[in-house]
DNA sequence: GTGTACCTGACGTCAGGTCTG
DNA sequence: GCAGACCTGACGTCAGGTACA
């Protein structure tokens, strides 16, 4: 059960990041004022997209290529279940991918963005080596434990007692490989996750302009309705 | 100076965990519909005591008891160099603090309420230290080396060859506890950021009904006056 | 200015989930 | 279903900032 550590075995020294990058940078604009339903829609649909959390991956596919590839689950879906304070309900409904820039200036211009990573290559080398031994033996830091209590955290040192250095260093380097990917992709989740939300402080702003901007409007409209009334 | 790093591994049974824990929920309910004069002073007033960076307390001071201390001073700030994909013309207004939960239902009702971190009193234990260093990069530090360019980092090794072990282990014991604070502090930051995001999303959606409605309603005024002025 | 406490962005790791072959 | 790759939530740590004494 769960062994953590424990990596794979087969032996695969193969560094390809395999990255999908694919490189059409979108850009819908919906123009000012208020192309609403079209808006709403697109809204919509990528919400319910996210609906099952994970993988962006996904998302670009259908918003790049065709979309709605088994649509039809449009019920009340995300819609905010936490209705106060105390919930909890945690169903979360992300709004709008990561992957999407949806950069607006205050005037309700929208532009869609979609960008991929790109993989910065920050500085490729990234050495690293946890818990390289002290005394030759290379066991790695518990690091963490988490709050997971039960947690036991098995040494690589345990495999060196009855196993081939070969092994135990094979080992290790499938391990460091495993870890400087993962390293790589909490970077770049990180990353999306901080445009996510700067994307959705940007929506709240704009949105807020726009429905500032509509009561306007209606209280502008009403008025005249009424003087207009006065005068019939 | 700052006060060096200091690794070591004494484990000492301290923890006492000082908290401050003020303990009174605010509850303000800005009622229906939409005095939307009011709320947006309020979400202004807010955007610009947040434009100063950190420290929630000072907003739930001014929340809680008067307000609008000495406003003024929205600044660009950092403003954070990510421009990698494109425009990103970022910029940033938090919008709503953490520390407060800005719940509403679709109606527009809005509920705002201020929560505090109540401590679960996690394990201690962790060992590890990290060291940092080309630009940012933080490696794990193999428990000894303590290169580091810029950094200073002294380890405890070194100390211990010229001060009494009782230095020692009181200034491990420092670290520990201070490692403790910061433990729970990150938690309730991470906490209090996730609350932060959700109440965004809730927001967007809130005002897409908002602006949903005040369309439609637009429209329907629109058209009742085209009528009319058919009639007449 | 100094020192201390606290807050938060970013990091790397783990755990556990999803997707795909 | 299984195995591997990937994604992401949560963790603890560090670094650097603000607030306050």
Redesign the interface.
């Known amino acids: 059960m769960e062994e953590n550590e424990r990596t794979d075995n087969s032996g695969n020294p193969q560094q390809s990041i395999v990255h999908v990058t694919l490189n059409h ?1 979108i850009q819908v604009v919906t123009a000012g004022g ?1 192309s ?1 339903s079209e808006e ?1 829609e697109e ?1 919509r649909r990528r919400r319910e997209v996210l609906a099952r959390r994970p993988s962006y991956r996904k998302i670009l596919h259908e918003i790049a290529g065709d979309d709605q590839l088994k649509g039809d689950h449009h019920d009340e879906d ?3 279940g ?4 105390g ?1 909890e309900t ?1 169903l ?4 709008i991918p990561a992957h999407i ?1 949806l ?1 607006s ?1 205050t005037s309700g211009v929208q ?1 869609i ?1 979609m ?1 991929n990573s ?1 993989s ?1 290559t ?2 490729g ?10 005394e030759g033996q290379q066991y790695f ?5 988490a ?1 997971t ?1 039960g947690q036991t955290y098995q040494l690589t040192t345990a495999n060196s007692l009855q196993s081939s250095p070969n092994v135990t260093e094979e080992a290790s380097r499938k391990r460091e490989l495993r870890l400087l990917k993962n390293r790589e992709a909490a970077r770049e989740c990180r ?1 999306k996750k ?1 445009e996510y ?2 994307c ?6 704009v ?2 302009n ?3 901007a ?2 306007e ?2 209280k502008n ?2 008025e ?2 009424c003087s ?1 009334d006065d005068v ?1």
Chains 1, 2 share one sequence.
């Open positions: 940078p208020l609403e709403l809204e995300s819609n905010s936490l209705s106060d304070t919930s945690n979360q409904q992300p709004v820039q950069v200036d532009t963005t960008t790109t910065p920050p500085n080398s990234t050495i690293v080596q946890y818990a390289q031994s002290p830091i518990p690091v963490s434990v709050g209590p990353r901080k939300v700067k959705l402080e940007n929506r709240v702003a949105l807020e726009q429905n500032k509509l009561i409007e209606l409209l009403k005249l309705y207009k019939a």
